[in-house]
Nanobody
Framework: QVQLVESGGGLVQAEGSLRLSCAAS????????MGWFRQAPGKEREFVAA????????YYADSVKGRFTISRDNAKNTVWLQMISLKREDTAVYYC????????????????????WGQGTQVTVSA
């Protein structure tokens, strides 16, 4: 049974930082493309960042580029999202996702590319 468990969310002031973690089990983590998505109230789930098997290939949404950093440790079956200079518009539930198969840049930003999802962790950025 595949499990993705996010942690690290919380309430933070604007311009603050948070580090989200996603612990994976039940899948071949080392050959899974990992992604972070977020969903704000009343909005569709949107892509935030993705990382390939080795951690070299990375892709970010324009809205977070330069502020968020995705990383992974295959020995720990964990992927992180370091977030700095947070803005109120970053407020959302953040979801970790895993995709079987190889990195395809044209697909990694699509929710349909991912096979497994976590339950999400709330990030709230206050003024």
């Amino acid at each position: 049974q595949v499990q993705l468990v996010e942690s690290g969310g919380g309430l933070v002031q604007a311009e603050g930082s948070l580090r989200l973690s996603c612990a994976a089990s039940g899948l071949t983590f080392g050959t899974s493309v990992m992604g972070w998505f977020r969903q704000a109230p009343g909005k569709e789930r949107e892509f935030v960042a993705a990382i390939g098997w080795s951690g070299i290939a990375k892709y970010y949404a324009d809205s977070v580029k330069g502020r968020f950093t995705i990383s992974r440790d295959n020995a720990k079956n964990t992927v992180w999202l370091q977030m700095i200079s947070l803005k109120r518009e970053d407020t959302a539930v953040y979801y970790c996702a895993a995709a079987k198969g190889v990195w395809v840049l044209a697909r990694v930003a699509r929710t349909t590319a991912y096979d497994y999802w976590g339950q999400g962790t709330q990030v709230t950025v206050s003024a």
